[in-house]
């Protein structure tokens, strides 16, 4: 039998469970062998227990969950080839050979190092007599496939992120138990929304929930922003608006590349309206609970063309990424969606936003 695991890594995400499920039961229908590798990397580096051949039921009722079941980490140790190693020595032992990996970028960029190193890993595990030749020769390569589980939608290519839409879900719930409370004393409400270096989350929920003013990294506010802002607000309240909603993305800058927090903006309204202004960090509440309809489509989704990508390869084949492009499944090279991500974290820092576009543009 072919086998063939899968990990979550990173941050977690609503629908990660969604895709586990699908990763086992395609490669069952398939009539391939799947492995769950618990806790991340760290399973992989570890072996024994953490990695574990799983069965169609061992996936029952995981879809309503949020989080990931077979739970996810951040491993030092997989970040050093000696770590590497331990990783291939388990790999080989268990044969498997077809690895689906979910998580943020560091996750995927690992993943590639791993099957870049995979001959050389197992050479060197050959001639430390950790493993025979013959166990070695029955897997001469690793193919891999990513899926990206993110709530801050920050990867190139695909056109959404697995949990992206359930984290969206949550603030505007949260948004809307606000409305009650900022509405009844006039109050003003400055949210801090996550994201890192994309203010995707923030505009989205500003649109779903007509927030009167945003600030994203992507769009640093203009000089005298401050002041926009104020009349805007002003403005409103004066038609009979009785609150404001002021949405600011956990990387929001300035100008300056100077980080804009929720408390600079309600210092600003402070001293400048004098409105009753509240500060509310929604926090980790945007990653937690359970995932939408659409992200257990997504993962459900991705889930199966990642597994049908592995089935399909004839031998080794190229690393690739699963995105959404136009509600269609596709696949991409894998490293090049990472590399054009970073290289737009390096436009935005040289807040070079001309480049941020054009590689936009060509992702
Ligand atoms: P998130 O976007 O949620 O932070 P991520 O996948 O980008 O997810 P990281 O902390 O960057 O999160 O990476 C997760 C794990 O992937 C790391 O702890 C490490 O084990 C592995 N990893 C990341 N980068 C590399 C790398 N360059 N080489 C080897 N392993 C890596």
């Given amino acids: 039998d072919r086998c063939l695991a899968v990990l979550t890594s990173g941050g977690d995400s609503q629908g990660m469970n969604a895709a586990v499920r699908a990763v086992v039961r395609i490669a069952l229908f398939k009539g391939m062998k799947p492995y769950l590798v618990n806790e991340g990397y760290k399973g992989l580096v570890e072996g024994g227990e953490l990695i574990k051949e799983c069965q169609w039921t061992d996936v029952t009722h995981t879809m309503h969950k949020g989080g990931t079941i077979i739970g996810t980490a951040r491993c030092k140790e997989f970040r050093e080839r000696s770590g590497r190693l331990d990783a291939a020595a388990n790999l080989v032992k268990a044969r498997i050979n077809n690895l689906v990996i979910i998580g943020g970028d560091g996750s995927l960029t690992g993943a590639n190092i791993f099957k870049e190193e995979w001959k050389g890993l197992l050479e060197e595990l050959v001639r430390k007599e950790r493993i025979t030749q013959e166990e ?9 496939v990513g899926l990206v589980g993110s709530i801050d939608n920050d990867m190139c290519g695909t056109d959404m992120t697995i949990g992206t839409d359930s984290a969206l879900h949550r603030i ?5 138990c606000l409305v009650s409370t900022a509405s009844s004393h006039q109050r003003t409400f400055v949210l801090e929304i996550m994201g890192r270096n994309c203010g995707y989350l923030t505009i989205m929920a500003g649109i779903a929930v007509g927030a009167e003013w945003v600030l994203i990294p992507e769009n640093p506010p203009k000089e005298g922003w401050e002041e926009s802002m104020c009349d805007k607000l ?20 300035d100008q300056e590349n100077k980080k804009i927090t929720t408390s600079d903006v309600k210092k600003v309204i402070d001293s400048k309206l004098g409105f009753d202004t509240r500060v509310t960090v929604l926090g980790h509440v945007q990653r937690g609970g359970r995932p939408s309809a659409y992200d257990r489509i997504l993962g459900t989704r991705m889930g199966a063309a990642a597994v049908q990508t592995l089935f399909e390869a004839k031998g080794e084949m190229d690393a690739f990424m699963i995105a959404i492009r136009g509600n269609e499944m596709t696949k991409l090279p894998l490293m090049s969606c990472v590399e054009t991500t970073k290289k737009i974290g390096s436009a935005l820092n040289e807040r070079d936003f001309n480049r941020m576009q054009e590689l936009r543009g060509s992702s």
Wanted: avoid cysteine.
């Fill in 172 to 176: 505007i719930e949260a948004m809307d």
């Fill in 234 to 253: 002003k403005s409103s309240r004066e038609k009979g608006r009785r609150l404001n909603f002021i949405l600011v993305a956990e990387g929001a800058i």
């Fill in 136 to 144: 070695a020769a029955l897997l001469p390569y690793l193919n891999i």
